[in-house]
């Protein structure tokens, strides 16, 4: 499978809880199953994206499956947003002086 685009990986809502949930540390793959009405099988695709998108990395421990998240990739995506960050700040800036403008007559 060829890497994935953090892009493509965030876009699914399943994909981000994983990585949400790995925010705590290292996780088996049954445990992060087991928050999801999803089988095995699809949580551990979920995770394969991630992993080739770099998200994740996988651990063998015996017969388990441990799961780390790998943050670096997200810089991307933050220093995509920055601008929006920008953005909604003077958005927000505006909003809070229009209501300082009407409640100070």
Known sequence: MPP?????ALANPVRRKLLDSLREGPRAVNDL?????LSRPAVSEHLQ???HARLVREEPRGRQRYYHLEPDPLV???DWL?????????RMRS???LLDEENNP
Do not use: I
């Open 95 to 97: 909003l809070r002086d």
């Open 33 to 37: 199953a087991g928050q999801f009405e």
């Open 4 to 8: 994935t685009d953090v892009f493509s």
């Open 76 to 78: 991307e995506v933050r």
């Open 49 to 51: 994206v991630l992993r």
């Open 82 to 90: 920055h601008p929006f960050e920008h953005y909604w700040r003077e």
